[in-house]
């Protein structure tokens, strides 16, 4: 089956760093990739969609330069949370859809848990 | 108002039995529905797609009423391992600006207890 790895799968630093986060389709390639976000008891709320070799579009209230998105290749996505702050702290997931296929067929990374000190 | 709207719960059910809870949508063009499985701390799991005539799959069947902006879930003879949070997903009109922007609820709440 697809499967997406994410890295790292948490992470724990000082408030006003940046963290990246890696998403991969390990065995299949993936032309859009999302990247969601999800506090405690609430749904996910996708924050972006990466397309390969494009610039990613953000959803609205999601600021571009504070969540810079990397689709370089078929099989790689980044996040980088700049400038972190506390409320930053969250689950980010990455999801992946098969280039070629029906994009409401995603396959979910295991997220990443970020804690902003 | 939100998109997709769920009891949270959760719902306390003896092993064994059957639970059954909806899901409410906003958008009255969403193309496709699904129910995901989200245990704690994870990652969302295909749980089901959900079809127009509704469908089975072993234990668990799914429901869609597009006049009434729902769909369902019925998990039979429940187990142990059931126990997770579920979560409805509508996926919005066929536009192009709406693809792949799936919509999730913010999930119901399952404890399945021996």
């Known amino acids: 089956g697809a499967v997406v790895s994410q890295h790292p799968s948490w992470v724990i630093c000082k408030s006003g760093t940046s963290v990246k986060i890696e998403c991969r389709s390990l065995?299949?390639?993936?032309?859009?990739m999302f990247w969601y976000r999800q506090f405690p008891k609430q749904s996910l709320m996708l924050m972006a969609t990466?397309?390969?070799?494009?610039?990613?579009?953000?959803e609205q209230g999601v600021e571009k330069d504070k969540f810079l998105i990397n689709h370089a290749s078929l099989t790689l996505s980044t996040l980088t949370v700049t400038s972190a702050h506390p409320e930053d702290s969250s689950f980010y997931i990455c999801s992946a859809s098969p280039s070629g296929g029906d994009t409401d067929t995603q396959y979910f990374g295991p997220g990443t848990r970020l804690t902003v000190l | 108002r939100k998109e997709v709207e769920q009891d949270p719960g959760p719902f306390n059910v003896p092993e064994g039995a059957t639970v059954a809870f909806n899901c409410t949508y906003s958008?009255?063009?969403?193309?496709?529905f699904f129910w995901y499985r989200q245990d704690c701390r994870k990652e969302p799991k295909l749980l089901m797609s959900v079809y127009s005539s509704g469908n089975e799959d072993g234990r668990f069947t799914a429901q869609l009423n597009r006049a009434s902006q729902y769909i369902s879930l019925l998990i039979r003879d429940s187990k142990l391992s059931d126990s997770a949070t579920y979560l409805c997903v509508v996926s919005p009109s066929g536009t192009t600006d709406s693809w792949g922007k799936l919509q999730f609820g913010a999930g119901t709440q399952v404890v399945v207890t021996p």
């Open positions: 065995d299949f390639q993936a032309t859009t």
């Open positions: 990466s397309n390969e070799g494009s610039k990613a579009t953000y």
């Open positions: 958008n009255s063009a969403s193309q496709s």
